[in-house]
Structures are given as structure tokens and as C-alpha cells.
């Protein structure tokens, strides 16, 4: 131990896993000047994107921005990499509205390769890990290489490769996209970590030689240049990389029969697979299956990257045998003489059972081990970089002996997604909605920064970003008090502006924010052309962030009332320590407590099985 | 659960039902002095713990004579000031004192099991206690419904049930076009939207009216005599105060521009108006007039009109809601000829032919046999027995009272947070509807859709992440 220690190859925090979760966690960590060893993959590039290649969507997109504001890498990289731009609900409000960016599959690893390339207080390792001890306090991680490396923290991203199985049609082999490792991995600690009882499973589609599809026949979908850059940092509206478009294509009734016509060949339905898909993405197969009389669905034909030849058809996950992919995929129009360079494949692997973290995603039986991304059940890129940054943040603050970051549920999607990871199991991979957040019309893209940059400044990092969120903040405060104060008087000067405007009746004194709320004009236009009409000229984030907070503020104040009393008692901070001996709470409660171990109320009250006797004791309590 | 100390108010005995006593529980006031308003006895002699008697009046209209009981905070159950009414059994009652301190005195309807629950956070009770009541009351944290409304009759239950399921339904397509804005086109999702959206707004419509209307009226059920001058209106009346088997009440009825009696009739209290009352002499007048009329008649529980069918009844015939036709003049000739016409007319209600020849004084027949069935479907009950071969105007007072105990009875809405729960959703409904036709905006009617959610969550006790400790003592039956 003590050599290990004098050793270069002992760090302050170890990460097994150079996916999304682990180079955040990284990079994170480094910011407290602390020394990190990234044990990865050989041969997989760090922040692959094996699935679809795209970063945001609805609710992802405030997680990305999320992490971006809490000093995060993954805005950085997609802006970097990013070959398509698009606002998703754009004509549905502004609260619900969320970025995408297809990004470059290549240049996004590359990006990633990059930036953690520069960091020195990072050691890649390109490793394979075989097994995992603790010794004392530390963690040592044994490679096939025959050498240990070690550190005082360890987290642990491995994505799918927890006793991971693929599956193509008939041909099963073992590894999450590579081979062999499994829980055995895990060495002494597998007894104090426990893994879900069910397996997941998740698939991903053929990918298909981009110059052997028919695009006359799919509709274009173009990148939009008014979308927001994710990083605050970059100027909104500018590209880095030039842009391409992507496509919207169906499915048809012939293609449909021909994968109805081979049920017995799908490994989902013939028992090959027992795991359990995600419900929200569905492959073809059960899209043929669960939906018999539904021949027409939708697929978006997506770019991988400006030098790849392949093209992602989104929506035709698969683990068919490669013929019957090849089979239906030219039934369908457009694809009438694709060519797949990739088959499509799903992936069964082993989860931990997330209960048994706390929300700073650290293992409540093995101090100083924390786990972040796909092995905690999630699904997506954004998810696993979340919880990889709050990994990374907690392990560092924890080495220091500084309070823990923990994030609310009420004011992040990050804070919403930890809390339900570790509140109960789920028996299908989790992704972020929006619905699981209660209050969506406070959680918006367009103002990230004011509600992260009180948890980013808790940090005392003191970098760039730092300064531009105080100067964003007092911006945003100067700019709302200016729509609050500014009266635009009913003067026939200004009614005639008004009607030249198209602003509507001018009939008494009204403040600017009035204006801004009216149900027929565009709040952030309204707003850019006053601020111009008076000759103020702000980043055009705080004009979006004011006009849209000042819109919906009278619905997310009344919201705040109907939720404030439910909230009060939730928040109530509970000792499952102190509870799971007490005498007055029946047995199996007790034992459901030691479980989970709730940490507020309303964790105790999500635990399926809490008896009404226990609510009311705890609650008694409380009060 | 409420988390405030406003006073609370319940009914312990259930108070649905007739019995002999009701025990109406009050918690949680600051002065029992501060009540006075609401009785007749001087409150400054009611000594804690001792038994006192008293009149619960509201504005100088008594409302029952009760026994009091008062327990002084901290030594009573909830720990708080604690005042017990025993109020005689009828569910009536229960209703108008609950309604009195509720709307004068700053109470409000205990949720399920708030008493033990304020007896708990006041140090009043063991936890073993709770658990015993628990155990006793087998409460399941999975428990969709609470047990109020179990104890509700099925039909009520399964409509209920039906309109969480169409909430649901209405949450979803809005979640939907949210969160898979992609996967659906927005043509497919407006015809979702509005499938979902209607099927909710019938049911939330019919439950809401079904709360509504027929408790006001069932509290002093108002029985409205109308029709045009000299049809025969107070003859009517008078008819129906004479009857036997009916009791004028001492009391005087209220006399303004209409005559108005108190009726009662098989246990049930009714307030007969005779709308004749209303002078219609000069041009001006006559207009007040016939607006007060159909005001009495608008909110009339049950709907007599009189039809004289020898004169133009055209317009009078228009008239809505009609819950029972009189048609006059029986002793003149051709009236069957005349009458054929109402017949055809009016098929679906009852109607009686009066010989009003020496109005007052002569008692009614039934017109010929083509009304028998007609009778018998407005009024619910058999065919009668023709042995006298003269009907007597009791029928009309029959049709009354099934039209009570129909609505008082399994159907109607009467667990008072139910209806509050009702009121408060439909409104809630009514602004997502005004929303939805203003702004496009699916964030806000997300927004709304969810208050409507906790509003409806209220009504029918389903449980919610945020709610669960509601759920929890609503295992326990009210006011316990």
C-alpha cells in the first residue's frame, strides 16, 4: 500500500469508465486542483456516441445546459461538433422548448480526446480493469496488464458493460459492445454492491451507407441558425462546423409484414433476451408486434458525421438477423436499395441497484465509491453526464471535507433525475421527461443560469464562467427591473407607435412588462425591440431569460403556492438512521427504511410499502 | 393535510343518513364566546364538560335545538377547543349547521382523520394508538380510494373512477405532446387532445351539476305553483294546504308579492308558492312581476304549472323543466277534446285534471284513462288503485316526494368535500378551457392541467407523490 501511495499510479480520484459520466466526473474533479487516473477502454475513444448521434432533446437539453453552467465539458463538445441545430417544440412555448444538436460522431470524441488531453491532472489509462478491492480507505483497481492503480475516491461509470450480452438475430456475445467483464469485476466489493434484479436491455439500429438511400423520397429537416449554442461561454448563433441536414422517412405496411412475418427470429420475442427495454424507444419489432394495426411510423434518417458514410435511421432500433434487417429495410420508401454497413444490435446488461446510493451518488455501504451513468439504469448521454458531474463534484468536495452538492429537484432536472434514481427502482432504463418534473415552467433552457449558478458559485471555483454568471446575473436582475419599472404612457405619440408596431390598444399607462405579457406578441422580440428603441443593447441570453421569466412568472408564482404546501413537509429532512432501530415503526417499514434510506419526507413517502402508520409517526415527529 | 390551525368542523356520526342523533364536532376555535352568534343560550353559562342546551340559529331562524358539550383546549381529544353538538338525525340538519359555521365562522370541513391527526401533533395520542387504529382500519399505502367514498354507492363510485381515468387520459395527450412532440403529428394530436379533452368536460359537467343544483334546493326544497292568471294557480294551492295527510305549519310562511306556506309531508319539509300572488295590473308592474315569477320558478326544486286549456297557452307552454301539468276546468264540456292536445304535448310527465268549478272547495279527479301510464312514469310508483275512482291531489305531493328521495338518495353528491372538491375543479376546468382558447401555449395548459390534477385529487382521494399523507389519514373515518 504505502509504495502505491509514493506511486504515480495513485490518484486522488479514480474513474473506470471514459464514457460521458467519467470524463465529467473527471474534468470536474480536476477543477478542485485535484489528481485524477481515467481508466478506459482500450480501442473505445472517450465520450463515444454508440447510439443515436444527437445531444439535447426535450428535458436533455436543460440537462446539457445544466451541466454546462455547473462548469461541465458536454456543451462544450456539441457546440463543437455540432452538424445540425434544432429548437424542439418550437410552436408549442417557450417553456417546453428544447435544443438538439446532431453532432459529428467523430469530431465529438475528438473533442472530448482533447480536452481531457490537455488537462494535466488527468492520466488516461487505457486499460482493462479485471478487478476492483478496497484496501483501508483506498480503492486499488487491478488491470489485465498486471498493474494496480489506485485512489482515495472511486467512481465507476461503466456504462453497459456490467455482464453485458449483445444480441444480433441468433448470434449472442458476451460484453457491453466489447468482450468479457462482468460483475466478478466488481471483486470484494460484489458482496456490498448489490445489482437489480432485472436485466435491461437496449438496442440501437443498422447503420446504412449514406449514398445507397433514395432522399427525394424523405422530407428535409434543416438546421435552424436561431438555435442557442449550449456553452454560455460561445457567441449564441455561431457554428463551428458546417452544417447538414436530416430527413424524415416512414415505415411501410410490406415492411411492417415482413418483420411480423419473423417474430421467431427476434431475440426479444423468442425468449433469446430477458431483459427489459425501454418503453419510450421501442424497437421495430415492437413496434410491428404491440402495434399490429400501426403500419406508418415515423424514422429520422440522421448524419453520423461529415467523414462517416453512415446514416443513423432513427427509429429502426433492431436485433433482428442481419438478413431480415436487410429484408425490410428495402421495403420501406427510400431505402429501396440501402445498404447496411453496421447491423443493428441490442445490448443486455446487469444494473446496481441505485437504492443503495444517496444523492450524492455515492454507495451507502462502501464509502468514497460512487457510480455514475448507464450502470445506474439511466439511458442517454445527457443522463450519464449529469450524474457523472455531481459524481465527480461530490467525490472532490468529499476528499476536502467540504459540504456535499446536492441539487434540488424543484430547480434542475439533474436534481429531478438523482432523486428518483435513488428513491426507488424502475424496471426499465430511466430517461429525464419533462413530466417527472414538477415544476417545468421554472425548469427552462433559457434560464439555466439562474437557477445553477447559486450551486456553481457554492463551488468557490472562481474561473471565467464565474465571472460571466455574476455579470449574467446582475444583467438579468437590471434588465427585469427595468420591464417592472419603465411605464409607456397612453400618449398619441405612442398609440401610434403601438399600432405601427402592431402591439395592439394603447388605452391607459401601462408598464413594459404588460406589453411583454401579451398573449399575441413575442415576448423576446418585443422585448430586443424596445431594449433597441431605447438604446440598450444586452447579451441576447438575458433578453430571451427576461422576457420569457416575465411571462410566465404570474403562472410559476401561482404554481409555487399550490406546490408550497406540499413541498413544506417533503423537504423535512428524515433520519433513516435513527428510524430503522426505532421500536415505534413495524418491522417490515423498518426494513424498507434500511433499504432506501430516505433522506427527506417525501422520499419516505415515494417508497412503495411504507405503512400510513409510519407516514403519520415520522410526520408526527416532524412537525 | 392542511397544515394551518384553522378551525375544523365534521360531522362524527357520518350524517348521510336519518337516525336518531348526529354528533357534530368542532376544533381548533379560539373563544367559545366568539360562536355566540350561532346560538340562542347565553355561551358565558356553557361550562366545560357539562351538558348544555341550546337553540343554533341562523339570522333568528332556528335551525335545530342542540346539546353542547364543550371541552376546553388542552383537556379534549384534538387538544384544542373542542365544541360537540348533538343535532337531531336528520342528514338536513347536519347540512345547514355544518353550512352555518362553514360560512359564518370561519370553519372548514375536517379532511379524513384531521382530528386524530391534530390529537397526534398536539401530543394527545401514543403512536401506539395510531397504529392500532391503523391495524384496525387495515390501511393500505396503496389504497386508491379513500373510505368515504367507498362508502358511496356504486354508481357514484364508478363515475368517479371514470373520471380519473379521462384526467389521466387528458394528462397524458398534453405529457405527449410535450415530451414526443416528434413521434406525433400535431394534426393527430389535436384530435387526441380533443377526444380527451370532451370526454372529461361531460363527466366533470354532469357530476358538477349533479353536486349542485339539487342540495341547495334539497335544504328548504321550494315547491313553485305558476302559470297564467286564472288557470287556477291558487285554487291549487289552497288544495294542496288542505289535504289531510298534509300539515300546514303554524308558522307563517313568508309573505311578500307571493304566497308562501310551509308543507309537510312524509317526513319532509317543503316550501309551497303560490306565484299567483304577483299583481300584474299596470304595464311596468307586470314586468317586475313575471321577472320575480320565473326567478321563483328558475330555482324551484319542483315545477307546477297550471294550464287553463281553453285559453292560448302558446307561450306558456314553452316553459322548461316542468316537473308536473294541471290542467283546469275538467268540469267544463269538451275538455277531453281540449286536453288531447297537452297530451301529446307533454308526454313524458305527469299531468292531473282539475274540476275547479267552485274553485277551493272541489276536490280533483284524474283525467281518463290515456294518463294512467303517464302517471305512473312520472311518479314512479304503481298504478293506483282506482277503487274510489276519484284520484285526490295527493299524487302531486307524491311526485314531490319521489322527486326528493331521488335526488337526496343514492345520486346526488351530498359528502360536503366532494362538493367543495367539484366546485373547485370545475372551476379550475373552466379557466384551462378559457386558456386553451387564448394561448397555444403548452407549458401553461400543462400547468393548469396539473392544479387541476391536485383539485381532483382532493375530489376523488387518489394518491400523489405529493399528497400521500392525506391519503394516510383519510384511512381514517372523519372526525375520529
Known sequence: MEHLNQDQNFFDILIIGGGHAGIEAAHIATQFNLRVGLLSMPEVPLASTPCNPAIGGVGKGQVV????????????????????????????????????????????SQCATELIARNLLISVVRIKVDKIQKIGDNFIAEGSDGRSYGGKKLILTTGTFLNGRTHCGETVETGGRVDKP?????????????????????????????????????????????????????????????????????TSPKMMQEIRKNKERSPIYNGQIAGVGPRYCPSIEDKAFRYPDKDVHHVFVEPEGHNRQTMYPNGLSTSLPLEVQQKFLREMPGFETAEIMVPGYAVEYDVINTTELNLQLEHQNVTGLYFAGQVNGTSGYEEAAGQGIIAGINAALSLLKRAPLILSRNDSYIGVMIEDLVTDLRDEPYRLFTARAENRLFMREDNTINRISGYRKSLELKTELDDYQERYSKQFKWLSELCREVTI??????????????????????????????????????????????????????????????????????????????????????????????????????????????????????????????????????? | MHYDDQPIIACSTGGSQSAAIHLVRLSGFSDLLSLQAAFSGPLEKCRPRTVFLSDIVE?????????????????????????????????????????????????????????????????????????????????????????????????????????YRYFIKLKATVEMQIDFAEDMGQEQAQILMDEALGKFENLLEELYLKSRGPLVDLATPEVVIYGPTNAGKSSLFNQLLKNERAIVSP?????????????????????????????????????????????LWDRAFYKLLVLNPFEENRDWMATEGIDFLVLSHKDRPEFAQKAAIYLENYSDIGILAVDLKNPGSIGPELLNAPIEPLLEKSLGQQTPELDSQVLDITYILDGVTSKFNKLAGENAIIVPRHKEALAVTWESFKRFQRLSLESYDIAILSNEINSLGINLQELIGIISADEVLDDLFSNFCIGK
Not at chain 1, 435491461?200 to 438546421?223: C, E, H, I, M, W
Not at chain 2, 379532511?111 to 384496525?136: C, H, I, P, W
Request: glycine content about 8%; aromatic content about 8%.
Open chain 1, 65 to 108: 445546459r445544466e451541466i454546462d453552467a455547473l462548469g461541465g465539458l458536454m456543451g462544450k463538445i456539441a457546440d463543437a461538433s455540432g452538424i445540425q441545430f434544432r429548437i424542439l417544440n418550437e410552436s408549442k412555448g417557450f417553456a417546453v422548448q428544447s435544443t438538439r444538436v446532431q453532432v459529428d460522431k467523430d469530431l465529438y
Open chain 1, 182 to 250: 462482468s460483475s466478478s469485476a466488481l471483486g470484494n466489493l460484489f458482496a456490498e454492491v448489490s445489482v437489480a434484479t432485472h436485466r435491461f436491455k437496449t438496442g440501437t439500429p443498422p447503420r446504412l451507407k449514406n449514398s445507397s438511400l433514395d432522399y427525394t423520397q424523405f422530407v428535409v429537416q434543416a438546421t435552424d441558425p436561431a438555435a442557442f449554442n449550449f456553452h454560455s461561454l460561445n457567441a449564441p448563433n455561431q457554428r463551428q462546423q458546417k452544417q447538414l441536414d436530416c430527413f424524415l422517412a416512414e
Open chain 1, 489 to 623: 404612457k397612453a400618449n398619441p405619440a405612442n398609440r401610434k407607435y403601438f399600432k405601427e408596431m402592431a402591439y395592439g390598444e394603447l388605452t391607459s399607462n401601462i408598464f413594459l412588462e404588460e406589453l411583454l405579457k401579451r398573449a399575441h406578441l413575442n415576448p423576446i422580440e418585443t422585448l430586443n425591440n424596445e431594449c433597441l428603441a431605447r438604446g440598450l443593447s444586452f447579451d441576447p441570453l438575458i433578453v430571451k431569460g427576461v422576457a420569457i421569466s416575465l411571462k410566465y412568472d404570474g403562472y410559476i408564482k401561482r404554481a409555487e403556492v399550490q406546490g408550497r404546501k406540499m413541498l413544506k413537509l417533503g423537504q423535512k429532512a428524515v433520519l433513516w438512521d435513527q428510524l430503522q432501530g426505532n421500536k415505534n415503526i413495524s418491522f417490515e417499514c423498518r426494513q424498507r427504511i434500511a433499504e432506501i434510506r430516505p433522506e427527506t419526507f417525501s422520499q419516505l413517502q415515494r417508497i412503495v410499502g411504507i405503512r400510513p402508520a409510519t407516514l403519520a409517526y415520522v410526520a408526527g415527529n416532524l412537525v
Open chain 2, 59 to 163: 339570522q333568528k331562524q332556528v335551525l335545530d335545538q342542540a346539546m353542547l358539550i364543550y371541552f376546553e383546549g388542552p383537556n379534549s381529544y384534538t387538544g384544542e377547543n373542542v365544541l360537540e353538538l348533538n343535532l337531531h338525525g336528520n342528514p338536513l340538519i347536519v347540512e345547514r349547521v355544518m353550512e352555518l359555521f362553514t360560512s359564518q365562522f370561519g370553519f372548514r370541513h375536517a379532511k379524513e382523520g384531521e382530528f386524530t391527526y391534530r390529537a397526534l401533533t398536539n401530543g394527545k395520542m401514543q403512536l401506539s394508538q395510531v397504529e392500532g387504529l391503523d391495524l384496525v382500519l387495515n390501511a393500505n399505502s396503496e389504497l386508491i380510494l379513500n373510505q368515504g367514498f367507498k362508502s358511496l354507492h356504486g354508481e357514484l363510485y364508478l363515475k368517479f373512477t371514470e373520471l
Open chain 2, 251 to 295: 308558522e307563517a310562511g313568508t309573505t311578500r308579492d307571493y304566497v308562501s306556506e310551509n308543507l309537510h309531508y312524509k317526513k319532509n319539509r317543503y316550501s309551497l308558492t303560490d306565484t299567483a300572488g304577483i299583481r300584474q295590473t299596470s304595464n311596468a308592474i307586470e314586468g317586475q312581476g313575471i321577472k320575480r315569477s320565473r326567478k
